[in-house]
């Protein structure tokens, strides 16, 4: 390969990563977004007619309305996705949460229009939530579909670092903003972080535009004639374990994904009495680490498997279930930032990192856009959604922390018991000849 090639393929690598990594952060930027302004300000905001812990649990239930939604938007969009390719999917998903999102900023609130308020707010985290049910699933394909063969699960590892990077700008994001007055904060200053979106959606359009198709799709999907009507239920009916696997596998990466910075900083401030500066401030030092973390975890599925990798962050999620609360629980900060650390870079780093190859490599090519964000996205349905509602109100029930903790050590448990029985794929061709191979019955892998 002459020097010229060369620095084309680096070119055209680097632009792969930007344009899903790049893109994944801006996306979860306006997802996340949501969930931190759910737990500081919106219960004061579109629920004032309730008590401070009802106004928090119906601002965490419309949280959960956008995971309702989500496997609604992963089995529209994945089947768009293996129908007519990864890139328009891509771009298409990127403007619906941006549109979701800006939107929020101008909503007025429940003291300006009353019911229409919260209702409004539901119709755009609806609008989020079908987007977002396909954005990770298409990031992490084509990252997968256009990384070297011995090298996919570090290079899938850079969609989850998109989502850390657009859960640290949104954490960032409202940590400048609640430095405002407090009626400054409650009348304008919330709007702002949503308002910002719009800018960092035109740079993402940018990006995914200049993109081109995979060479996986291209060749083993369009030119052999192998596009599906319903690859989704195809998915589900060639491939049910695989499909299963996923939904168990998002119990507790999911879950305590969203339980961990969601719940745990309501948590920390309405209930411990953390200032939110304090709080917000250990939770992104946390999210920082994530980051060299899910990359670290993403390269060392490469050389040991996707299932060994996956089984200790879900153990270390029951070893911690207890030990979180027991940290922050001290009120210092260094011990809350360290009961953060330990969930997002040890827990969740440890299952999101090697979760990307993983998922990707468990369906064939004409059905793996589809099968990928519709079991991943009902997975998300029972377990990120609820989990910060079922844990407010756990809370809010029995006056104690013990039976979050125990809810959390469930979540764990389920995933155990899901990457237990599934197969290893780290080492396999994910190409169309392979694909057609894995569809033929064969032995259960031995565990790893």
């Known amino acids: 390969m002459t020097e010229m090639a060369r620095d084309g393929a680096r070119t055209s690598r680097l632009r792969v990563i930007l344009a899903a990594s790049i893109g994944s952060a801006l996306e979860w930027y306006d997802f996340f977004l949501y969930g931190t302004a759910a737990a500081l300000v919106f219960g004061e905001l579109f629920f004032p007619k309730s008590d401070p812990v009802v106004g928090t649990l119906l601002s965490f239930l419309t949280f959960g309305v956008g995971f309702v939604v989500r496997p609604?938007?992963?089995?529209?969009?994945?089947?768009?996705?293996?129908?007519?390719?990864?890139?328009?999917?891509?771009v298409a998903t990127l403007l619906m949460i941006g549109i979701g999102t800006t939107a929020i900023g101008f909503l007025p609130t429940y003291s300006q229009i009353g019911i229409w308020a919260p209702i409004l707010l539901v119709a755009m985290r609806v609008i989020q939530g079908l987007g977002a049910g396909a954005e990770y699933g298409g990031a992490v394909i084509y990252l997968v579909e256009n990384a070297p063969p011995k090298h996919r699960g570090f290079w899938g590892g850079f969609a989850p670092l998109g989502v850390s990077v657009g859960n640290l700008l949104a954490a960032g994001a409202f940590a400048l903003v609640t430095m405002l007055p407090?009626?400054?904060?409650?009348?304008?200053?919330?709007?702002?972080?949503?308002?910002?979106?719009?800018?960092?959606?035109?740079?993402?359009?940018?990006?995914?535009?200049?993109?081109?198709?995979?060479?996986v799709y291209t060749q083993a999907v369009v030119a052999r004639g192998k596009v599906e009507s319903n690859p989704a239920m195809e998915a589900l009916r060639r491939h049910p374990r695989n499909f299963f696997v996923v939904l168990g596998a998002r119990m507790a990466e999911n879950?305590?994904?969203?339980?961990?910075?969601?719940?745990?900083?309501?948590?920390?401030?309405?209930?411990?009495?953390?200032?939110?500066?304090?709080?917000?401030?250990?939770?992104?030092?946390?999210?920082?680490?994530?980051?060299?973390?899910?990359?670290?975890?993403?390269?060392?599925?490469?050389?040991?498997?996707?299932?060994p990798v996956y089984m200790f962050g879900a153990l270390a999620g029951v070893a911690l279930s207890f030990p979180f609360f027991w940290m922050?629980?001290?009120?210092?900060?260094?011990?809350?930032?360290?009961?953060?650390?330990?969930?997002?870079?040890?827990?969740?780093?440890?299952?999101?990192?090697?979760?990307?190859?993983?998922?990707?490599?468990?369906?064939?090519?004409?059905?793996?856009?589809?099968?990928?964000?519709?079991?991943?996205?009902?997975?998300?349905?029972?377990?990120?959604?609820?989990?910060?509602?079922?844990?407010?109100?756990?809370?809010?029930?029995?006056?104690?922390?013990?039976?979050?903790?125990?809810?959390?050590?469930?979540?764990?448990?389920?995933?155990?018991?899901?990457?237990?029985i599934g197969p290893e794929t780290y080492q396999e061709n994910i190409d169309a000849d392979a694909s057609e191979q894995a569809e033929l019955p064969t032995a259960i892998p031995a565990r790893a």
């Open 182 to 215: 407090r009626e400054d904060l409650m009348s304008w200053g919330w709007r702002l972080p949503f308002l910002a979106s719009f800018l960092l959606i035109v740079v993402g359009i940018f990006v995914r535009m200049r993109i081109t198709e995979t060479p």
């Open 72 to 90: 609604f938007g992963g089995l529209l969009f994945g089947i768009l996705g293996d129908r007519y390719g990864r890139k328009p999917v891509l």
């Open 255 to 307: 879950g305590l994904g969203y339980f961990f910075p969601v719940f745990g900083l309501s948590y920390v401030i309405t209930t411990l009495g953390v200032p939110k500066a304090e709080a917000l401030s250990a939770l992104m030092l946390a999210f920082t680490i994530e980051l060299f973390a899910i990359l670290g975890f993403s390269a060392l599925s490469d050389r040991i498997g996707r299932r």
């Open 328 to 420: 922050v629980g001290t009120k210092e900060w260094i011990m809350i930032a360290l009961a953060f650390i330990l969930a997002r870079a040890m827990v969740t780093a440890a299952m999101f990192g090697p979760q990307a190859a993983y998922f990707a490599e468990l369906f064939p090519p004409q059905r793996r856009f589809a099968g990928f964000a519709f079991a991943r996205e009902l997975g998300s349905l029972l377990s990120g959604g609820p989990a910060p509602f079922v844990a407010t109100a756990l809370v809010a029930a029995y006056g104690t922390w013990w039976p979050v903790a125990c809810y959390a050590m469930f979540l764990s448990a389920c995933t155990v018991v899901a990457i237990w």
